[in-house]
Nanobody
Framework: QVQLVESGGGLVQPGGSLRLSCAAS????????MSWYRQAPGKERELVASITGAGGGTNYADSVKGRFTITKDNAKKMVYLQMNSLKPEDTAVYYCNARLRGVVVTTTLYNYWGQGTQVTVSS
C-alpha cells in the first residue's frame, strides 16, 4: 500500500552528476519529512539529506553539503536528490525514506523505506 520507488542510479565518473528520484504513494506525502539515506558495503546506513513536508527546510550531511541538493514536488509526490561533483566515496545504495512529522527518527511507525538504487562512482 505504501510505496517508495527510487530510480536514477547508475555508473558515473568522478566529478559527474546524477539525479535520483523517489516516487511516493499510499500516504499523505506533504505530512512527511522526506530523506535520502545511503549505505555502502560494510558500513552503516547514513543520512544524506532531508526536506520538510512543505519543502521549506533542508538538512544535509557534511560530506555532501554544497554538492547535493534535495527537492520535492508535493503535487507529483516526488522527491529528488541532485548529486554533483560525485566522488568514489559516494558509491552506495541510496534509499528514499518517509517519516511522519512529529515522530522520532528511530520510530518504525509511520516510517517507510524504498528498495534502494545503486550509485557507483568510478573511473
Amino acid at each position: 500500500q505504501v510505496q517508495l520507488v527510487e530510480s536514477g542510479g547508475g555508473l558515473v565518473q568522478p566529478g559527474g552528476s546524477l539525479r535520483l528520484s523517489c516516487a511516493a504513494s499510499g500516504f499523505t506525502f506533504s505530512n512527511y519529512v522526506m530523506s535520502w539515506y545511503r549505505q555502502a558495503p560494510g558500513k552503516e546506513r547514513e543520512l544524506v539529506a532531508s526536506i520538510t513536508g512543505a519543502g521549506g527546510g533542508t538538512n544535509y550531511a557534511d560530506s555532501v553539503k554544497g554538492r547535493f541538493t534535495i527537492t520535492k514536488d508535493n503535487a507529483k509526490k516526488m522527491v529528488y536528490l541532485q548529486m554533483n561533483s560525485l566522488k568514489p566515496e559516494d558509491t552506495a545504495v541510496y534509499y528514499c525514506n518517509a517519516r511522519l512529522r512529529g515522530v522520532v527518527v528511530t520510530t518504525t511507525l509511520y516510517n517507510y523505506w524504498g528498495q534502494g538504487t545503486q550509485v557507483t562512482v568510478s573511473s
